[in-house]
């Protein structure tokens, strides 16, 4: 197979890679909000346990935890990617940021990838493995 054919079959996998990206990156983020919610896999609040419903880190994690959901099979994709960038651009500006200019020191790498990740698949839409693509949206 000669270079340019391997591209064009490598490029030809762009949609079904669009929804790997969205799968993994969902799986991933919904852990952020079951462990403020649940205490699963882990208690990461302050001092353990669950974050009170009617909080700050409560609401992120009900975001998180099914807004996830909602990301990883696929559903209604651009508005809830849109929504969640949104909470993780709020996320690093509120909690990440005022602990210093460097995200990899302030902790707050994640919420940077998760806010371009969720941004990029807000345009990009679900991909071919999706609940939105066999609803035709």
């Not at 949104?86 to 806010?115: D, S, T």
Request: hydrophobic share 55%; proline share 8%; aromatic share 14%.
């Amino acid at each position: 197979m000669t270079a340019p054919n391997l591209g064009a079959k490598w490029s030809s996998w762009t949609p079904r890679l669009l929804s790997v990206l969205r799968i993994v990156a969902a799986f991933l983020f919904m852990q952020f909000g079951t462990a403020k919610l649940f205490a699963f896999p882990a208690a990461i609040m302050p001092g353990g346990g669950t974050a009170p419903i009617a909080s700050l880190p409560g609401i992120a994690g009900m975001l998180e935890t099914f807004g996830g959901l909602f990301l990883l099979v696929g559903l209604f994709t651009r508005p809830v990617a849109f929504i969640l960038a949104g909470e993780m651009a709020v996320a690093y500006f509120l909690g990440h940021a005022p602990n210093g200019f460097w995200p990899v020191l302030n902790q707050g790498h994640p919420a940077i990838l998760f806010c371009f990740i969720w941004l990029y698949v807000s345009a990009a839409g679900a991909g071919p493995w999706s609940l939105d693509a066999k609803r035709g949206t």
